[in-house]
């Protein structure tokens, strides 16, 4: 839009608001009744990431409060995220009911478009936050996890470097965000008088510096594991519940790579839907890459969800059995122990025990605690230290 809508008078505004946002290409005819869309893609993706995180979320809090009993700041820090996370994903389906996902310019009148800025400029804020909160809770976690207690190590300064740096980036950036048009209300409504200046350049460090901050993070706890002295399936056990941190780098890839498009094509309504799909996968896997560790706490430690647990397994092994065999009832049952002592002693050979210590029939694979005191002793020996002393659980169970 070439004209300054705040200086032309009031019926002018009008008509120019009921317009399409962009020209149509050559031989294309605007359509604002009811232009095309991809509505199915946030309307399947988004749900799978809310289950997936709210999962995450209430199993580590479910063993933070009732197995530890003790809150650290990093999980206010997380539950905040996680806050902001879901006004993020509300501004998107403020957007989907808007104008619609993946719809072009030239098919949306400016006055909608207008009404998309808005949600936008929301959402754009709940990200930049979203990121503050949770790699820091994240850092801050592999501290007390990683750093002995009491020493002031390589590992700790390079967590609170990260840390800091993080912090005043995306501080300096939702600063910097909002003041891309004064007033801010200028930012969505282009009739009141003001000045704006081109934020699309902002975007792109943003999505620069999460891909380098994300890669560093995953580099820094990897190098933490593999430093320790233990056989290699604990540590490739122990690495794998970090591994979704690769999941986060790529979404900040997907997320980098739309930014682009983003940036040099007019038609930056149809590209913002590919840039907030990426945003939400990106804080999706951060989420659970702050929550995985603390999860199997909740089914090592607490016998209902145990037995949940068990349960569930035992009706997916019984329907198969019914399906694909006729044995007999004693048969059936053999067969069920020895899958379950399978399943734990490979999860006990990768340092990740689900086994409930009172439970007689498993006595003889490792218990929690000689599991947690095996990877103490390595780590100790390595000189790190995985968890502050007043814990009384294994690492796997929970940072």
Known sequence: MSVDLSTLPPDQQQDILD????????????????????????EAVIPICLVLTTLAILLRCYARVFVVKKINVDDILSLLGFGTYIFYVYSV????????????????????????????????????????????AILLQWIRVFAPQGTRGAFFWTCHVLLWI???????????????????????????PGVCYNGRPLNMTIGVFNLASDIS????????IWSLNMSLKRKLGIALIFAIGVLACAAAAFRLGVT????????????????????????????????????????????????????LGSSLRSATRRRNFNTSEGSATAAKTASSERK????ANYGISLVDSHRPD????????????????????????LDDTSRTTQFSAAP
């Not at 896997?285 to 016998?303: D, H, K, Q, R």
């Not at 000689?370 to 103490?376: F, V």
């Open 19 to 42: 317009k399409p946002a962009l020209g149509a290409p050559p031989g294309v005819e605007s359509n604002l009744a009811n232009p095309s869309n991809r509505n199915i893609i946030p």
């Open 93 to 136: 389906y403020h957007t989907t009911d808007t104008v619609g996902f993946f719809v072009h310019q030239w098919d949306v009148s400016l006055r909608r478009v207008s009404g998309v800025q808005h949600g936008l400029q929301i959402a754009a804020t709940c990200y930049t936050i979203t990121l503050a909160l949770l790699k820091s």
């Open 166 to 192: 993080n912090l005043l980036f995306y501080l300096s950036t939702t600063v910097a965000g909002n003041l891309i048009c004064v007033p801010f209300q200028r930012i969505w409504d282009k009739t009141v």
């Open 217 to 224: 993070i995953l580099l820094l706890v990897q190098r933490a």
């Open 260 to 311: 682009v498009n983003y940036m040099t094509d007019p038609d930056w309504l149809y590209h913002v839907a590919g840039l907030s799909m990426g945003c939400i996968a990106e804080m999706t896997c951060i989420l659970l890459v702050y929550n995985m560790p603390g999860i199997p706490m909740a089914f090592i430690e607490s016998t209902f969800l145990s037995k949940v647990l068990n349960s």
């Open 344 to 347: 734990h002693k490979q999860m």
């Open 362 to 385: 498993l006595e003889h694979f490792p218990s929690t605690e000689q599991l947690r005191g095996t990877i103490h002793r390595a780590v100790v020996s390595t000189g790190n230290s």
